[in-house]
Nanobody, 125 residues
Framework: AQVLAESGGGSVQPGGSLRLSCEVSGYGFSSICVGWFRQAPGKEREGVAF????????RYAESVKGRFTVSRDNAENTVYLQMASLKPEDTAMYYC??????????????????WGQGTQVTVSS
């Protein structure tokens, strides 16, 4: 089974940038789709971004389109989430995950096979 480990979170000012990494250990990284989710205090977990096995397909939540970019390096077994123009409302715990559905429905948190432990992102002046 795969194990996911996020890193790269931290505190930044509004308008700043961060890059999150998700290293996936185990077999078959190049054949799995990966999603990023986030959960703010008092809110439900939401899907943020998704990338297919060959990087040919990416999807984003409307709230982050144009600001966040998801990518992957199959040689390094790592998926990245580059976040720019960060806003206070982006403050949340960010998780990478292996969704059951590699396409529509990828952002259904009830159908995630494996979660990482999360990394905190705080955007504040």
């Amino acid at each position: 089974a795969q194990v996911l480990a996020e890193s790269g979170g931290g505190s930044v000012q509004p308008g700043g940038s961060l890059r999150l990494s998700c290293e996936v250990s185990g077999y078959g990284f190049s054949s799995i789709c990966v999603g990023w989710f986030r959960q703010a205090p008092g809110k439900e977990r939401e899907g943020v971004a998704f990338i297919t096995t060959s990087s040919s397909g990416t999807r984003y939540a409307e709230s982050v389109k144009g600001r966040f970019t998801v990518s992957r390096d199959n040689a390094e077994n790592t998926v990245y989430l580059q976040m720019a123009s960060l806003k206070p409302e982006d403050t949340a715990m960010y998780y990478c995950a292996l969704p059951e559905l590699c396409g529509s429905g990828w952002d259904d948190g009830r159908r995630v096979l494996t979660w990482g432990q999360g990394t905190q992102v705080t955007v504040s002046s």
